[in-house]
Each structure stands twice: as structure tokens, then as C-alpha cells.
């Protein structure tokens, strides 16, 4: 594996390109520092390849009262059916009472009808007048086309086809691990008794005959022959007929654009597709989901929202900017090939306790993880869910003892950083805002620390340029820190290296 190869975590995340500061993810991706969670139990970056996402919980952004559960929006294809937006411009409608109704003390006999603050649409131009109860019939009888039939049908076929393929998927997976399990000749930690998945071979055969060139069929819950469900696929599949023609120029003159629904219009109701825009019938509003990430590794939660759609808190959030000394480049000068030039650097603590940075320590070697003469696992049936711990071995706690000696960068220039560590004060968010004035540099600090500002330290860090250097000029840096490890010992602290690329800039292009 080549340590200088750098993936991008994300499209705007140009690590050769664009100027600033990089740090290497444990997936060797490159990404700023805000783009980037903090594993605190792998003590390790995670990016966007590194974590998984669970849907917590679906809401409405126009009902902000409570959530929906999962059930339910899968029920209404994802959609909210208390509210309606705009078929012209997508804005959120209202419901508007008619003449004379705005004296009717009951909310569920008040007739109204449906429209657009912004571009003033109105759901009278499709007679969708009546209570609110009423309105939301007629537009779901809008909806029931032959093509919305068709669609739902075409739709269903697909979704049985996908079940089917899963539940082949997870049967061999299966096969695979009853088969290992009886090669391991070992019993003695699980049960004796046959789980009901294991098959006789000859049982085996037997279905396996049954089931040639057939196909489980969901909804008749039954095994089908494959020609007969290829033949079910073909009397949905219809031919678009094109009996229209282009408009003549005469015609076209003639024809009032305003009038006309555009493409996009037409998209938003694939079923209907109306060419008048008064003809256009309300949308349904889609529904929001709220999310929260875990890391793949140790399946630790990272970011974990609150239920309550009306909050835009986190009951968790692990981001990597209020976990690591984030490295800012102030300034270059005198950058060259085949020159000394001089980089000002901001370095920040986010802690609330004090911290000590190392800049180009000498790091232990990676781990050597030897695989254990253990037996293959036995099924899920019989040992059981293994803990969320033993999901990011090879630790026996879960950590990710790799992620602990990253990769370095390479780069085309070389930085004098100081070899003393560093001493960082304790956030303090007063003196972050900068009223506090700068403090000169301590007895105990390097010669490259130029002041010190709350819990922020500025250096000058003289770089040595490659006379071969072209393009932008890259600098990298390793930094090591402790790190208070989740679930440690009072005491016990775990020094954590992070790989780090800086990007300075373009060099001036001699002429």
C-alpha cells in the first residue's frame, strides 16, 4: 500500500490543489478538520466512508409537533398528507378559508381551499374547494391514474425481486458459515441440537430440485417458474406512443408560455404530466428524516440528534473540531524553489484541561496482529449477536489499534517544526472571541512560538522548499497529544498521532 496515495474524503476536498491544512483519516482519505468526526473509543478520524447512518426518526418540516414513525411514512410513500406545497414553485401552501367562512368556530367543518403565498396558485383552478378532510380526498383522487396504478405495480414487482435476491444473499451466507462451523470439529461451546436452518443433504438436494428455473414469488408466497414471472414483467412494460408533433411557427406565436407548464412542473407529477399549469395539482410535501452516525469499526454512536423535530440539538456529536488541536495556516512568505520561506501557524486547544502537542515524534511501530487459532464462528442462531465491542477487532476492547500509527504524507517540502513539546492552556471561550490581548511567548517555549493568545498558540515555522518543487507547495507533519480514552482508567492517558499535510500554495511561476 503506498502511503503517499491520498483519497479524497469529499469532492471539494483537494488536498494537492486547494490551500490549508489536511489530516489523514484512518481510511488513508484526505479531508479538513470539519469535515471529520473523532471516534473517542478507536481514538481515530472517521469520515464519510467510516460511518454508518440510522434513520432515527421521519418528520414534517411544516408539522414541527412530533415524529413519524417508520411504519407510518413507509405507509404514505414518505409524504406528509397534512400539508401540500406548490406545484408552480415548491413553497409551502396555506389553507385559505373561503368568503364568508372565516367566522366558523369549528377547524374541521371550515371550507377553505389551498394556496400559494409566494406565487399566489390557488387550488380553485382545479375546483378543490371544501374542509381540509375533503381537499385531501380530491387530491388523492388526482392521483389515482393508470399510470400511478402501473407505476405502484411495476414497483411492487421489483421490490419482491430485491427481497428475494437479499434473502439468496443471507441464505448462502449461511451455507458458508454452517459449513465452516462443521469443519471446525468443535462443539464444545455450542449447542448439540441441529439449528432448523441445517439440511440433510439429501433434504438439500430435494429443494434444490424443486426450486430450479423458479423464483419466490412474495405476494402468492409461493416458488414460481422464471418464465412465468418474465411474462408477468412484460404485460407491465408498456411502449410510449408518439402521435404528437412539433407546433408550427404560426402556432408557436400564438401559444402564452406563462400558461404552459415547464419540464420540471411536468417531473413533479410523473403520473399526470399536464402541459397547462392550471392543471397542475397540489404536491404532496416530502418528509425529512433525522439521523445519527456511528462509527463501522466499534458501531459507538458519533452524532445522535434529538427526537423532537422542533429541536435542532444533539444529544451526542463527536465532530473531530471539538476533539483535536485544530492547526490553521495564517500566512506564507517568501515561498520559492529552492528557497527557505517562513509559514505562520495558529494552533488551538478545544479541551478544557491542558494539553501537550509533539510535532514529528518518533512513532512505535505498528502493531503486529496475528490471527488466533480460534474455530471458525458458529451461526448467529446458536452463539448468539456478538458484543458491539468485538465488531472492531483486532483489539480485544474494540480498539482499532492500527489507527493509532497513521500513514504520512509525502509532500515536496520539509518544515522545521520545534522538537519540544508544546504546552497548550485550557479552552476558555472568553478568550476566544479576542479581547484578551496577545501574550509574548513563555521561557519554556520553543524558539518557533512567536505569542501565545488564550488557549491559542502562534508560531513561525521556517520551510525548506525542493528545488524540483512545482505547483503547490506541500508540507507534511506528523503531531502526537494524549488523549483521554473513553472508558480508561483514572490516569491513563493514550498518546494519539495525526498525519497532517500543508498545503501553502502555488508557487510563483518563473519567467
Given at each position: 500500500?503506498?502511503?503517499?496515495?491520498?483519497?479524497?474524503?469529499?469532492?471539494?476536498?483537494d488536498?494537492e490543489?486547494?490551500?490549508?491544512?489536511?489530516?489523514?483519516?484512518?481510511?488513508?482519505?484526505?479531508?479538513?478538520?470539519?469535515?471529520?468526526?473523532?471516534?473517542?473509543?478507536?481514538?481515530?478520524?472517521?469520515?464519510?466512508?467510516?460511518?454508518?447512518?440510522?434513520?432515527?426518526?421521519?418528520?414534517?418540516?411544516?408539522?414541527?409537533?412530533?415524529?413519524?414513525?417508520?411504519?407510518?411514512?413507509?405507509?404514505?410513500?414518505?409524504?406528509?398528507?397534512?400539508?401540500?406545497?406548490?406545484?408552480?414553485?415548491?413553497?409551502?401552501?396555506?389553507?385559505?378559508?373561503?368568503?364568508?367562512?372565516?367566522?366558523?368556530?369549528?377547524?374541521?367543518?371550515?371550507?377553505?381551499?389551498?394556496?400559494?403565498?409566494?406565487?399566489q396558485?390557488?387550488?380553485?383552478?382545479?375546483?378543490?374547494v371544501?374542509?381540509?378532510?375533503?381537499?385531501?380526498?380530491?387530491?388523492?383522487?388526482?392521483?389515482?391514474?393508470p399510470?400511478?396504478?402501473?407505476?405502484?405495480?411495476?414497483?411492487?414487482?421489483f421490490?419482491?425481486?430485491?427481497?428475494?435476491?437479499?434473502?439468496?444473499?443471507?441464505?448462502?451466507?449461511q451455507?458458508?458459515?454452517?459449513?465452516?462451523?462443521?469443519?471446525?470439529?468443535?462443539?464444545?461451546?455450542?449447542?448439540y441440537?441441529?439449528?432448523?436452518?441445517?439440511?440433510?443433504?439429501?433434504?438439500?438436494?430435494?429443494k434444490?430440485?424443486?426450486?430450479?428455473n423458479?423464483?419466490?414469488?412474495?405476494?402468492?408466497?409461493?416458488?414460481?417458474?422464471?418464465?412465468?414471472?418474465n411474462n408477468?414483467?412484460?404485460?407491465?412494460?408498456?411502449?410510449?406512443?408518439a402521435?404528437?408533433?412539433?407546433?408550427?411557427?404560426?402556432?408557436?406565436?400564438?401559444?402564452?408560455?406563462?400558461?404552459?407548464?415547464?419540464?420540471a412542473?411536468?417531473?413533479?407529477?410523473?403520473?399526470?404530466?399536464?402541459?397547462?399549469?392550471?392543471?397542475?395539482?397540489?404536491?404532496?410535501?416530502?418528509?425529512?428524516?433525522?439521523?445519527?452516525?456511528?462509527?463501522?469499526?466499534?458501531?459507538?454512536?458519533l452524532?445522535?440528534?434529538?427526537?423532537?423535530?422542533?429541536?435542532?440539538k444533539?444529544?451526542?456529536?463527536?465532530?473531530?473540531?471539538?476533539?483535536?488541536?485544530?492547526?490553521?495556516?495564517?500566512?506564507?512568505?517568501?515561498?520559492?524553489a529552492?528557497?527557505?520561506?517562513?509559514?505562520?501557524?495558529?494552533?488551538?486547544?478545544?479541551?478544557?484541561?491542558?494539553?501537550?502537542?509533539?510535532?514529528?515524534?518518533?512513532?512505535?511501530?505498528?502493531p503486529?496482529i496475528?490471527?488466533?487459532?480460534?474455530?471458525?464462528?458458529?451461526p448467529?442462531?446458536?452463539?448468539?449477536?456478538?458484543?458491539?465491542?468485538?465488531?472492531?477487532?483486532?483489539?480485544?476492547?474494540?480498539?482499532?489499534?492500527?489507527?493509532?500509527?497513521?500513514n504520512?504524507f509525502?509532500?515536496?517540502?520539509?518544515?522545521?517544526f520545534?522538537?519540544?513539546?508544546?504546552?497548550?492552556?485550557a479552552?476558555?471561550?472568553?478568550?476566544?472571541?479576542?479581547?484578551?490581548?496577545?501574550?509574548?511567548?513563555?521561557e519554556?517555549?520553543?524558539?518557533?512560538?512567536?505569542?501565545?493568545?488564550?488557549?491559542?498558540?502562534?508560531?513561525?515555522?521556517p520551510?525548506?522548499?525542493?528545488?524540483?518543487?512545482?505547483?503547490?507547495?506541500?508540507?507534511?507533519?506528523?503531531?502526537?497529544?494524549?488523549?483521554?480514552?473513553?472508558?480508561?482508567?483514572?490516569?491513563?492517558?493514550?498518546?494519539?498521532?495525526?498525519?497532517?499535510?500543508?498545503?501553502?500554495?502555488?508557487?510563483?511561476?518563473?519567467?
Open positions: 500500500k503506498d502511503s503517499g496515495t491520498v483519497k479524497m474524503a469529499m469532492p471539494y476536498c488536498a490543489n486547494e490551500q490549508g491544512v489536511y489530516y489523514r483519516c484512518s481510511c488513508n482519505t484526505a479531508a479538513n478538520l470539519s469535515y471529520l468526526y473523532w471516534c473517542r473509543h478507536c481514538l481515530a478520524f472517521r469520515c464519510g466512508r467510516c460511518t454508518q447512518q440510522d434513520i432515527d426518526s421521519y418528520y414534517s418540516a411544516d408539522l414541527l409537533r412530533e415524529f413519524m414513525p417508520s411504519s407510518e411514512s413507509k405507509a404514505n410513500r414518505n409524504r406528509d398528507m397534512q400539508s401540500f406545497s406548490c406545484p408552480l414553485c415548491t413553497t409551502s401552501c396555506a389553507f385559505i378559508p373561503v368568503d364568508g367562512q372565516e367566522s366558523q368556530e369549528d377547524a374541521a367543518k371550515l371550507r377553505c381551499h389551498i394556496e400559494c403565498p409566494h406565487c396558485w390557488s387550488s380553485k383552478s382545479l375546483d378543490l371544501g374542509t381540509i378532510e375533503e381537499l385531501g380526498k380530491a387530491v388523492d383522487a388526482l392521483e389515482e391514474t399510470a400511478a396504478t402501473q407505476m405502484s405495480a411495476v414497483c411492487a414487482h421490490q419482491e425481486e430485491a427481497s428475494e435476491q437479499a434473502r439468496h444473499a443471507d441464505r448462502l451466507r451455507q458458508e458459515i454452517q459449513k465452516a462451523y462443521r469443519k471446525s470439529r468443535t462443539y464444545s461451546r455450542y449447542t441440537s441441529r439449528t432448523q436452518s441445517m439440511l440433510k443433504p439429501s433434504e438439500a438436494k430435494l434444490l430440485r424443486e426450486r430450479l423458479k423464483r419466490f414469488d412474495v405476494s402468492r408466497n409461493e416458488w414460481v417458474d422464471q418464465e412465468e414471472a408477468k414483467l412484460a404485460g407491465m412494460q408498456t411502449t410510449a406512443t402521435d404528437w408533433a412539433l407546433p408550427s411557427e404560426e402556432e408557436f406565436q400564438q401559444t402564452d408560455l406563462s400558461l404552459r407548464s415547464t419540464p412542473q411536468q417531473l413533479r407529477v410523473p403520473d399526470v404530466q399536464p402541459s397547462a399549469a392550471r392543471l397542475l395539482p397540489p404536491l404532496r410535501k416530502t418528509l425529512l428524516a433525522k439521523r445519527s452516525k456511528r462509527c463501522k469499526h466499534c458501531q459507538h454512536n452524532v445522535k440528534p434529538e427526537l423532537n423535530p422542533s429541536s435542532c444533539f444529544k451526542l456529536h463527536h465532530f473531530a473540531v471539538s476533539n483535536v488541536p485544530s492547526l490553521t495556516v495564517e500566512s506564507v512568505e517568501g515561498l520559492a529552492g528557497a527557505n520561506g517562513i509559514v505562520n501557524l495558529r494552533i488551538a486547544n478545544p479541551h478544557d484541561a491542558e494539553l501537550s502537542v509533539t510535532f514529528n515524534p518518533t512513532m512505535p511501530d505498528p503486529v496475528e490471527e488466533s487459532p480460534e474455530p471458525s464462528p458458529a448467529a442462531s446458536v452463539t448468539g449477536t456478538p458484543s458491539r465491542l468485538d465488531a472492531g477487532r483486532p483489539g480485544a476492547s474494540g480498539r482499532d489499534l492500527r489507527s493509532k500509527v497513521p504520512v509525502h509532500g515536496n517540502s520539509a518544515g522545521a520545534p522538537q519540544q513539546s508544546i504546552k497548550l492552556l479552552h476558555d471561550a472568553m478568550r476566544e472571541l479576542g479581547l484578551e490581548e496577545a501574550q509574548p511567548r513563555t519554556d517555549d520553543p524558539e518557533e512560538v512567536v505569542q501565545r493568545q488564550g488557549s491559542s498558540v502562534h508560531m513561525a515555522i520551510v525548506e522548499v525542493d528545488e524540483s518543487a512545482q505547483g503547490a507547495v506541500t508540507v507534511p507533519v506528523v503531531m502526537a497529544f494524549e488523549f483521554k480514552a473513553a472508558g480508561s482508567k483514572p490516569g491513563a492517558d493514550d498518546m494519539v498521532y495525526l498525519a497532517m499535510l500543508l498545503n501553502l500554495g502555488t508557487l510563483p511561476v518563473s519567467v
